[in-house]
């Protein structure tokens, strides 16, 4: 089955700092979405891309859908103590089975105050 | 309008007993999904319902699991004679069509840990 690469596996920053992530797969998807998830809870929905090539802010998170479709990063600027979390990208096909999620492993962020 | 609910939190079985996992989507949805989440690992697709039908189980495994989305009441996510490789956590997902499949909405998970 398609597989996604996600890196860094964690990260320990400082608050204030910027962070950047990415997602590489082997084949193409014709959607990219970023989740966060928080201790305890399930995963909330950050930004979704739909076209390559696209750039998507929501508020200090920025992400790219690549032109060759096949990767993604999520950019964080001036993190605070609140962005602590489990990063995951995910991938989405498009035809029969478009429904289907496939996920990264996370990237476990640490924002140091 | 209250989320995707998912009950229990958390489940503690003993291995060969049963594991029920509800879900009720957020009101207006009839699309759920199930993800299974093993420690340190991203979320993987376990099957996708609509009211009454199983649309893909193409991700639960054959034996031992099954799934139903009723009429009436939550969607049940049952797993007999559990094993300890069964611990993890299992999401639903609901989404109000399928058209706009991206938006699946997460409820928060029930943690099963299998003794």
């Known amino acids: 089955g398609q597989q996604l690469n996600q890196s860094p596996q964690s990260m320990f920053i400082q608050e204030g700092e910027d962070v950047s992530m990415n997602c590489t797969s082997s084949?193409?998807?014709?959607?990219w979405l970023w989740y966060k998830q928080e201790p305890g809870e399930g995963p909330v929905l950050l930004i979704a891309?739909?076209?390559?090539?696209e750039l998507t802010s929501n508020g200090r998170l920025t992400a790219q859908f690549g032109i060759t479709r096949k990767d993604s990063f999520l950019n964080i600027s001036a993190s605070i103590p609140s962005d602590v979390g489990i990063y995951f990208c995910a991938g989405q096909n498009s035809g029969g089975s478009n429904y289907k999620l496939t996920f990264g492993k996370g990237t476990l962020l640490t924002v140091n105050p | 309008n209250a989320g995707v609910m998912q009950n229990p939190r958390h489940l503690v079985r003993r291995r060969g007993q049963e594991a029920r996992l509800r879900c009720s989507p957020m009101k207006g949805h009839s699309h759920v999904y199930w993800y299974r989440q093993l420690p340190e690992e991203g979320l993987k697709f376990m099957v996708y319902?609509?009211?009454?039908?199983?649309?893909?189980e193409s991700g639960m495994p054959k034996e031992r699991f099954s799934a139903e989305f009723p009429k009436e009441g939550p969607s049940i996510l049952r797993i007999q004679q559990v094993v300890r490789g069964d611990s993890a956590a299992y999401f639903c997902a609901s989404s109000p069509n399928r058209e706009i499949y991206n938006e699946q909405f997460f409820g928060p998970g029930t943690r099963l840990t299998v003794l």
């Open positions: 319902l609509q009211k009454e039908n199983i649309i893909d």
């Open positions: 891309l739909y076209k390559a090539g």
């Open positions: 084949s193409i998807f014709n959607t």
